[in-house]
């Protein structure tokens, strides 16, 4: 069977020669829109059999990912357990080193850092805002027939949709 490539080309071919035809000139053998049509349908429900299945594969892929995560979550709050009872000990115990041909752990010291007590009270100098374009609301205004510089109405790429048969 053809790739879905291949039977585009073909029809864009056919389109072509149906121009050529209705300019007088003698279109170039090739297959009829309606004998493409037959085969394109085929070929699109056998793909989209294939997105379907693909779909699925991809759902079961979010479930091992979102089981991975809370695997690996749950062994980096292990690290940090062990590390925060690792660093408590060491200060307890006054150790600062333990150096073994097996292990080394050092507990370094403290550094500075800005602590924020409130960030109402800091001066503009000290805050950062990120500034970013309001889609909607621009989307909502242009609609309403307003004009605004450096903004216009787009349209973005169509979608497919598979509608579910029963018996899926």
Not at 2 to 22: C, G, P, T, W, Y
Not at 68 to 82: F, L, N
Not at 105 to 125: F, H, K, M, Q, Y
Request: net charge negative.
């Amino acid at each position: 069977m053809r790739k879905l490539h291949e039977i585009r080309s073909d029809i864009l071919f056919a389109v072509e020669n149906m121009i050529l035809e209705a300019l007088g000139e003698t279109p170039i053998d090739g297959l009829s829109l309606e004998e493409l049509e037959i085969e394109a349908e085929e070929k699109i429900a056998n793909c989209s059999w294939v997105v379907a299945r693909l779909e699925a594969e991809a759902a079961e892929a979010d479930i091992v990912i979102k089981n991975a995560q809370a695997y690996k979550a749950a062994r980096t709050k292990s690290i940090e357990r062990i590390e925060a009872d690792i660093k408590v000990t060491m200060e307890v115990m006054g150790l600062d080193k333990i150096d073994r041909p097996d292990c080394r752990v050092t507990l370094g010291s403290a550094r500075e850092r800005a602590e924020i007590i409130d960030e109402n009270l800091l001066p503009e100098e000290f805050l950062r805002i990120k500034k970013e374009p309001a889609k909607t609301d621009i989307l909502n205004a242009l609609k309403a027939g307003k004009e605004i510089p450096g903004a216009k109405i787009g349209y973005g790429e169509r979608s497919l949709r598979y509608l579910k048969l029963k018996g899926e």
